[in-house]
């Protein structure tokens, strides 16, 4: 067994000391050494340039002049589609804008037609306003008296006015009249030199009816002017109107209050259409 030594920290490390000063070390070399040192390898040898024949040279040629082809009548479609379709769509913008212009002037024209058919269809019944009123003003004063008076059976009196022209004929009838409508109590007659011949006005306790031709004729008027829709028309309307007094006189005129229409009235302010107006007061047949 080997003897066992005390260290005595007596060995100075500062002092230089060799490494690998073993035999087998000093001479070969350390390790790691030429490590770091590249291999010198061959150059590759450069690759050869690629040759082509004529017959690949042409090939080639060919089939770029047909790709290149191809792509151009390619474009050359989408283009022209696309220029066609810009010119469909400015040809349909322009008939729609023709269109609509000459829909404004159908309408025009439509409107003006209907408006000229409007005036001369109210001329027309001016003219023959008057003959109707002379020839169906009684029958119509019959109708107002009758419609009357089986609403008033219960009345004892009711009071008739008429133009003085149709009083004698309204006197040999207003009996018959009574009868009919099952009327028992008293009906005077009366001529009234405010009405015109057809028209017509009963009294009773706690009302009446009317029948004014002169105001149903100014209705009649104002509900054209209404529909012409125009000042021009109203102006045209008033001149006719004017031009036509003479018929108007004939058909009949109001009274100084101006009552209108055959119809149940308000004696206020008279009817607004119509053939007759009921009212607390006044109550048409």
Not at 87 to 107: F, G, K, T
Not at 110 to 136: D, G, I, M, N
Not at 179 to 189: D, I, W
């Amino acid at each position: 067994m080997a003897a066992r030594h005390k260290f005595l920290f007596e060995k100075d490390f500062d002092e230089e000391t060799e490494f690998f000063d073993e035999p087998e070390f000093a001479s070969g070399p350390m390790l790691g050494e030429g490590a770091g040192t590249a291999v010198e390898e061959e150059p590759e040898p450069e690759p050869e340039a690629p040759t082509f024949s004529q017959e690949d040279i042409d090939a080639a040629r060919e089939e770029g002049y047909r790709a290149g082809h191809a792509e151009g009548l390619e474009t050359g479609r989408a283009e022209a589609t696309a220029a066609a379709e810009q010119a469909n769509a400015d040809a349909l913008d322009r008939l729609s804008q023709r269109l609509e212009e000459l829909s404004a002037q159908v309408r025009g024209a439509a409107e003006q037609r209907s408006s000229e058919s409007l005036e001369v269809a109210l001329s027309l019944v001016r003219k023959l306003f008057p003959a109707l009123t002379r020839r169906h003003g009684q029958s119509e004063i019959e109708t107002l008296i009758v419609e009357s008076l089986e609403r008033l059976r219960e009345e004892p009196r009711v009071v008739v006015r008429v133009a003085d022209a149709q009083l004698d004929a309204l006197r040999e009838r207003i009996d018959g009249l009574a009868a009919k409508s099952g009327f028992a109590g008293k009906v005077v007659l009366l001529s009234d030199e405010d009405l015109a011949p057809g028209d017509a006005r009963a009294d009773w306790a706690d009302g009446g009816a009317e029948r004014d031709t002169a105001r149903l004729w100014r209705e009649i008027e104002n509900a054209a002017a209404r529909a012409l829709g125009a000042d021009r028309a109203a102006d045209t309307l008033a001149d006719r109107a004017a031009s036509d007094n003479g018929a108007h006189e004939t058909a009949g005129q109001t009274d100084g209050n101006g009552p209108a229409t055959t119809g149940e009235t308000d004696p206020a302010s008279g009817p607004e259409t119509g053939e007759t107006a009921n009212t607390p007061d006044r109550r048409s047949a």
